[in-house]
């Protein structure tokens, strides 16, 4: 991955770490310590499916562009579906809170989105690639 796609990276990932940290610390207060597995499991699964999904974004911006668009769009939905079916599978779970892990999920996905849109609004990406000949000589 390219250094800028590494700091969109991390500037996403980061402020989600945050708010899944205050969820599972608020879950385990408030509902004991599978509230907080509950929480510390919804952030893990929000920064993997995040974090490949803009992977496989910027992957695709570099060899297909022409299908950058619409690969987001499919991408994003995508995600928030597989979000909702993660949801489903575990809301009669005894392993966590159930609560907590949806409440957890659903604020930390807003996190990443918000993050990444922030993160992708400062970086200052190049719409031209300088030519290298151009520099050498």
Known sequence: MPSNDVRILAQAAVPTAAVGAVAAVV?????GGKGAIGSAVATVIVILFMGLGLYILQRTAKSLPHLFQAMGLMLYATQILLLFVFMAAFKNT?????????????????????????????????????????HSS
């Not at 879950?27 to 509902?31: A, D, H, I, M």
């Open 94 to 134: 005894t392993l966590f809170h159930p609560k907590a892990f949806a409440f957890t999920l659903v604020a930390c996905t807003l996190a990443w989105i918000a993050a990444q849109t922030r993160a992708h609004m400062k970086s200052k990406i190049l719409y031209v690639e300088p030519d290298k000949s151009e």
């Open 27 to 31: 879950s385990g207060l408030v509902v």
